[in-house]
């Protein structure tokens, strides 16, 4: 599996402001995701953090609101801009990589996440 | 637009007892995970199916694919308190790019 951490863990954040979340993983990966949980909810895809190049948004999500930088091949950032109430929610980063232990194809990881409240 | 439906979305099963999480997904997709999910957890990978027909088993816990009915099934034997816990299921909706679409979630909770 891969190791990926996140920062913060979690914070609370007052409306208005901005927030950065930093994903790093522990070896070069070259498919990098970051995904929204909100409140008891599924998880929705916000974006694919591509290295050298702008993220590629789904839809409903827009650059303005959320900008990913992806400097390198093991480091992304995802910012939450303007934030109000309904932006409380788990943001996840995730990466692709081989499974050796599973039969050497792709599986997708997840980082621990960050808890984001907003007052 | 790739939909991701799962059945039931909340499982509350005595120790024991056997039973099946259901995952229907609306368009063709090869590759379908199985996530584990404890609260204030992240998503914890149990499975990566690859091919119609795939079965595999870890445990008490087996996922099997059938990619023609478009259906992917978690079945859990002899359930015991530690399987409590929310599953998804996610299907790769983007020709495996990566791009996860995932189902509502399952939420089980195992009584001793």
């Known amino acids: 599996s891969a190791v990926i951490s996140q920062k913060p863990s979690r914070d609370i954040c007052q409306r208005g402001t901005s927030l950065t979340i930093q994903c790093q993983v522990d070896s070069q990966v070259t498919m990098m995701f970051w995904y929204r949980q909100q409140p008891g909810q599924s998880l929705t895809l916000i974006a694919t953090?591509?290295?050298?190049?702008?993220?590629?948004?789904e839809s409903g999500f827009v650059i303005d609101k959320f900008p990913i930088s992806r400097p390198n091949l093991t480091f992304s950032t995802l910012t939450v801009s303007n934030m109000s109430p309904e932006d409380s929610s788990i943001y996840l980063c995730?990466?692709?990589?081989?499974?050796?232990?599973?039969?050497?194809?792709?599986?997708?990881?997840f980082g621990p996440g960050t808890r984001l409240t907003v007052l | 637009e790739l939909k991701v439906e799962q059945n039931p979305l909340f499982l509350s099963m005595q120790e024991g007892k056997n039973y099946t999480i259901y995952c229907n997904y609306s368009t063709t997709s090869d590759r379908l995970y199985w996530y584990r999910q404890d609260p204030g957890k992240s998503l914890e990978s149990l499975f990566v199916?690859?091919?119609?027909?795939a079965v595999k088993q870890e445990g008490r816990l087996m996922a099997s694919l059938d990619t023609k009915a478009r259906l992917s099934t978690l079945h859990i034997t002899a359930a015991v308190h530690d399987l409590s816990a929310t599953y998804f299921c996610?299907?790769?909706?983007?020709?495996?790019?990566?791009?996860?679409?995932f189902g509502q979630g399952t939420t089980l909770q195992v009584k001793p």
């Open positions: 199916l690859l091919s119609n027909g």
């Open positions: 996610a299907v790769d909706g983007s020709g495996n790019t990566g791009k996860l679409i």
């Open positions: 953090a591509n290295q050298g190049s702008e993220a590629t948004y």
């Open positions: 995730s990466v692709v990589r081989l499974a050796p232990n599973r039969g050497f194809y792709n599986e997708q990881f």
